[in-house]
T-cell receptor, first 110, second 114 residues
Framework: EDKVVQSPLSLVVHEGDTVTLNCSYE??????LLWYKQEKKAPTFLFML????IEKKSGRLSSILDKKELFSILNITATQTGDSAIYLC??????????FGTGTSLTVIP | DGGITQSPKYLFRKEGQNVTLSCEQN?????MYWYRQDPGQGLRLIYY???????QKGDIAEGYSVSREKKESFPLTVTSAQKNPTAFYLC?????????????FGDGTRLSIL
């Protein structure tokens, strides 16, 4: 059975801390792994990772994929209260299906 | 601007009633999806459609029905058989080929029981 597992389920940190969110997967016909940030409404796309070992970076956020060990991490440095959200990991397969994890709820306190 | 429109934003259902959530996209995407999200949870797939006049059940299809008569539209009906419908419902679409952002989402509909 195809599945995506995220950890931790929730996290509370102080502003300025660095956090690492984990995503492991077992999905056949893997195409890409996706990270989203969700606040009140629709998930906002962050990264798409297709190749192993190539870091994607956007400001204080970065992510990398390991296709051998079947996992990805999302790093957020110097966290701010605006980073508080649910972070979703999804795997996109070649059949155009998307498998989502349960998400990590991040709370950043001032 | 191209995008996905879901309506209504909020919906209340009475016991024994069927309700329909609308999802329209003008991105010319072939595939469309419906997800359910419960508080503090990720997204669970209800139904998806890769092309017009064809759709498949996802992980939690019981108590729901869909249709795909037009490429732009993928309405979801929550039937009276769905005993716990209170949730946030997200519609999404994707294109089959390569793209910078593989899946686009609407702003969601919050459904509650009266």
């Amino acid at each position: 059975e195809d599945k995506v597992v995220q950890s931790p389920l929730s996290l509370v940190v102080h502003e300025g801390d660095t956090v690492t969110l984990n995503c492991s997967y077992e999905v056949t016909n893997f195409r890409s792994l996706l990270w989203y940030k969700q606040e009140k409404k629709a998930p906002t796309f962050l990264f798409m990772l297709t190749s192993s070992g190539i870091e994607k970076k956007s400001g204080r956020l970065s992510s990398i994929l390991d296709k051998k060990e079947l996992f990805s991490i999302l790093n957020i440095t110097a966290t701010q209260t605006g980073d508080s959200a649910i972070y979703l990991c999804a795997v996109w397969n070649t059949g155009n299906q998307f498998y989502f994890g349960t998400g990590t709820s991040l709370t950043v306190i001032p | 601007d191209g995008g996905i429109t879901q309506s209504p934003k909020y919906l209340f259902r009475k016991e024994g009633q069927n309700v329909t959530l609308s999802c329209e996209q003008n991105l010319n995407h072939d595939a469309m999806y419906w997800y359910r999200q419960d508080p503090g949870q990720g997204l669970r797939l209800i139904y998806y459609s890769q092309i017009v006049n064809d759709f498949q059940k996802g992980d939690i299809a019981e108590g729901y029905s869909v249709s795909r008569e037009k490429k732009e539209s993928f309405p979801l009906t929550v039937t009276s058989a769905q005993k716990n419908p209170t949730a946030f419902y997200l519609c999404a679409s994707s294109m089959r080929g390569q793209g910078l952002q593989p899946q686009h989402f609407g702003d969601g509909t919050r459904l509650s029981i009266l």
